[in-house]
Structures are given as structure tokens and as C-alpha cells.
């Protein structure tokens, strides 16, 4: 069973940095997407950013510049460095794996939400003002 489990949840000001990680439990794919989504208060849950197995990384123009994806230490695990937050990036953020067919993920650079099978529980980010 596949378990995404994220963690670095916290409240920081505006133009303060936060790190968030993501571990994925059980999970055996050696060819695939993670990413990681945000759902802002009244707002759909969009893309932030996604890198494959073979290490390429896309993001949302809003995380351009910002935001740096990465695989961590451990197998299916990834990391997302956020700086200069601003209050606009308040938001609960999601953990997200592919299942055994990545061609949906490949096609939208990993930034559709429908191309991920796996999810964690989300942790809430706050940038105070």
C-alpha cells in the first residue's frame, strides 16, 4: 500500500522560506512523477511544481524563480525549497506520486493533477503579512 506522508508545515512572514518533504511508503515505480500541489482557501488545488525519475523539473509560472523541487535522501522522496513567500502562497500543500502509467504526467510535465494516483494528507503553509 503507497502511503505519502508530508512534512515542514509552518507559519512563516512574507519573504521568509519554509522546506517541505515528502516520503512515499511502499511505493515501487522506478519510472514516475512527484509533485507537489497547493489548494489556496476557496481555490481549486493547482500545481506547484514536479520532477521525474529521470530528474526533469517543471513549476507553475507563480513558483518560477522561487520554488526549487528535488528528489531527497531516500527513494520516492522529494523535496520543495520555498522562498520568498508571500501571503498569496497560503495554502495547504500536497504530496503526489504517478501510478503505473506516467504518459498523462509526461504530457503535462507533471503539472495535471488528474495524471497523479497517489496523494498525502496535505500540510498547511502560512505566510503571514
Known amino acids: 500500500q503507497v502511503q505519502l506522508v508530508e512534512s515542514g508545515e509552518g507559519s512563516v512572514q512574507a519573504g521568509g522560506s519554509l522546506r517541505l518533504s515528502c516520503v512515499a511508503s511502499g511505493y515501487t515505480y522506478t519510472e514516475y512523477y512527484m509533485g507537489w500541489f497547493r489548494q489556496r482557501p476557496g481555490k481549486d488545488r493547482e500545481a506547484v511544481a514536479a520532477?521525474?525519475?529521470?530528474?526533469?523539473?517543471s513549476y507553475a509560472d507563480y513558483a518560477k524563480g522561487r520554488f526549487f523541487i528535488s528528489k531527497g535522501n531516500g527513494p520516492a522522496t522529494i523535496d520543495l525549497q520555498m522562498n520568498n513567500l508571500k501571503p498569496d502562497d497560503t495554502a495547504f500543500y500536497y504530496c503526489s506520486a504517478t501510478g503505473a502509467n506516467i504518459r498523462p504526467a509526461t504530457l503535462y510535465a507533471g503539472l495535471w493533477r488528474h495524471a497523479y494516483d497517489y496523494w498525502g494528507q496535505g500540510i498547511q503553509v502560512t505566510v503571514s503579512s
Open positions: 520532477i521525474s525519475s529521470g530528474g526533469d523539473r
